[in-house]
């Protein structure tokens, strides 16, 4: 036998077996002419049998071969050798000493332990790198799992059998009749037979990372086909149960790695890992009682930047994010497991620099509460009476600054701080990830500055992370993404961060507005007309809510002052409809 223990195949002796699969054995081998320990997998006979497969093997072989990344194993060779009435087809790659991921997490188990942030994220790292890779030159994996990924004695990261489902081609049924890849880190996609890109290989990684986190696969069953069709059809459990302590951010991650649709995954893997770093370094900053600072002094943060950049393309946000890095890989531990990720000011922003120009644009076409958009079940609401309960507002009486307080029956915001924001969240205890409706009364004053205006604050993570959706005194309209020291409107105008839109009112009169938070779609409502539409990758996955205020953008204006009135603020969850009008 050519490929049994002792056999060679070429210049190749097999040594040991070290494992079997539904497509291949695996075996340590020696290189005879380089003297050095190999690894080389042998394919099964069945799959030779269809007509074009050497001509496929040989050319993926050849695609495979041509990855060089050092969290990739290398593969040094292929060929094939005779076998009876057919051959045995082979790969050579590099011998790894180290034990796999999927060893690694069965010996938590049976220790009752789970990862540590530190052991995460150094797998994360080596794999979403590798996999960085491999996408930008056409290749998908196809079949990232734990047992492929593998541990050499320096503990460093490599990813394994790069391109070996691609291999399988239109056979698609291993020795076992399975599909070709794993059912428990499949994508639906792969699973029912459709066309699979980089997104299916996200999902995969989002699967492993539930994994590491929970220390249980999102699903699990009695066959591969109950498996794949829970991976199709189930919604994914909640990683709470499992353990309790993850953040709400990382929950978030997960759940959009895994989402069914890959439209809705991220489209990178880039973009998954740097929402993981940001959610990671946000939390190690946070303070750990997210509600206990409601009453110290609030951070005050210019409304413009001079040096504003111009709107960021999408690549430029995300090499922005890769460029973060995380802080202190060590210090992760901290992060994962349980860090409050608010705080409990902020202030939001404008763009550009200088006095607020009025700009002659024509009011923006707005059009009816649009299908598939509207509210689901309430989460909460306040109206500010007297009866209204124990819900948690910031409250600033002794400020000669900030003024806010609930009286009236409504909550009554102030400042006078010139060219300034100021920001008071609902508790900073509740976080939402995206898929919510926000909604408010919003009443500027008429002693403001027409340029004063007032919003609806969500996602917001610190003083430095948030967005907005606000209309000012002149009935202005504006969406914004405040971060690392930047504001950027996130409509992309040329030349018009404020526009003006049908049916806003002006400063004086009472505005409704209702900000539906889709992640990469959000919408701006005020009195039940659209006037903002954006589509966009989300930065900032999840966080707090609130009320924007802020003073003229001009800081030549004597005695500046901003006030608004807020009245039945309300959260709902995102519920998908066929309206065509508002409620």
């Not at 380089?34 to 007509?51: C, F, I, M, N, T």
């Not at 180290?98 to 797998?123: F, Y």
């Not at 599909?179 to 290989?201: I, K, L």
């Amino acid at each position: 036998m050519v490929d049994t223990p002792g056999a060679k195949l070429g210049r190749y002796e097999l040594k040991e077996r070290l494992g079997k699969g539904g497509t291949a054995t695996v075996y340590k081998g020696w290189d005879t002419t380089l003297e050095r320990p190999v690894a080389v997998k042998v394919l099964h006979d069945h799959l030779s049998e269809e007509p074009d497969f050497r001509s496929r093997f040989e050319r993926e072989a050849k695609l495979i071969a041509g990855l060089n990344h050092p969290n990739i194993v290398q593969v040094y060779d292929f060929g094939m050798a005779p076998k009876g009435d057919t051959n045995a087809f082979y790969m050579v790659m590099s011998y790894i000493e180290g034990a796999s991921l999927r060893r690694r997490l069965e010996k938590k188990v049976e220790l009752g332990e789970r990862m540590t942030p530190k052991e995460i994220m150094d797998v994360m790292r080596g794999v979403c790198s590798a996999l960085s890779y491999a996408h930008q030159r056409g290749m998908v994996h196809r079949d990232v799992t734990p047992s492929n990924i593998l541990f050499t004695d320096a503990e460093h990261v490599v990813l394994a059998d790069f391109g070996i489902a691609r291999i399988l081609g239109a056979s698609r049924l291993t020795q076992t009749g399975t599909t070709s890849g794993t059912p428990m880190y499949m994508a639906p996609e792969q699973g029912v037979g459709e066309e699979v890109d980089q997104r299916s290989d996200i999902y995969s990684v989002g699967v492993i990372l539930y994994e590491m986190l929970t220390g249980t696969p999102p699903y699990t069953g009695d066959s591969a086909y109950a498996i794949l069709m829970q991976h199709v059809n189930a919604p994914v459990p909640s990683l709470l149960k499992h353990n309790p302590a993850i953040s709400p951010s990382l929950e978030g991650i997960v759940r959009r790695a895994l989402a069914k649709d890959p439209a809705d995954r991220y489209p990178t893997i880039d973009l998954l890992f740097a929402a993981l770093e940001l959610a990671m370094s946000e939390a190690l900053s946070a303070p750990k009682d997210r509600a206990a600072g409601l009453s110290s002094q609030t951070t005050r943060l210019p409304l413009y930047t001079a040096d504003l950049p111009q709107t960021a393309s999408q690549g430029d946000k995300t090499r922005l994010l890769l460029r973060l890095g995380l802080i202190g890989v060590a210090a992760a531990a901290i992060v994962i497991f349980g860090v409050s990720l608010l705080s409990n000011t902020s202030k939001p922003q404008e763009g550009g620099s200088g006095a607020l120009v009025t700009l002659a644009v024509p009011a923006l076409p707005t059009r009816r509460f649009a299908p598939s958009m509207t509210k689901g079940p309430l989460e909460f609401q306040d109206t500010f009476e007297p009866d209204r309960g124990q819900l948690l507002w910031q409250i600033t009486t002794d400020d000669p600054d900030i003024y806010r307080n609930i009286e009236n029956g409504v909550y009554r915001l102030r400042h006078t701080l010139p060219a300034t924001a100021v920001t008071s969240l609902f508790n900073p205890d509740y976080e939402y990830y995206t898929d919510f409706v926000y909604e408010a009364d919003l009443t500027l004053s008429p002693n403001n500055q027409r340029e004063a205006a007032s919003g609806l604050v969500f996602r917001y993570r610190d003083d430095d992370r948030y967005y907005v959706f606000a209309v000012n005194g002149q009935g202005y309209v504006s969406l914004w993404l405040r971060y690392q020291g930047a504001w950027t409107e996130l409509r992309k105008l040329d030349g018009a961060n404020w526009t003006p839109a049908e049916g806003v009112k002006t400063q004086g009169e009472t505005n409704h507005l209702r900000l539906v938070d889709n992640g990469k779609r959000i919408l701006g409502y005020v009195n039940g007309n659209l006037v903002i539409e954006v589509e966009s990758e989300p930065i900032l996955l999840s966080g707090a809510t609130g009320i924007y205020l802020a003073t003229t953008q001009s800081a030549n204006v004597p005695n500046p002052v901003a006030e608004v009135q807020v009245d039945n603020f309300s959260v709902y969850a995102y519920k998908p409809t066929t309206a065509t009008t508002a409620p």
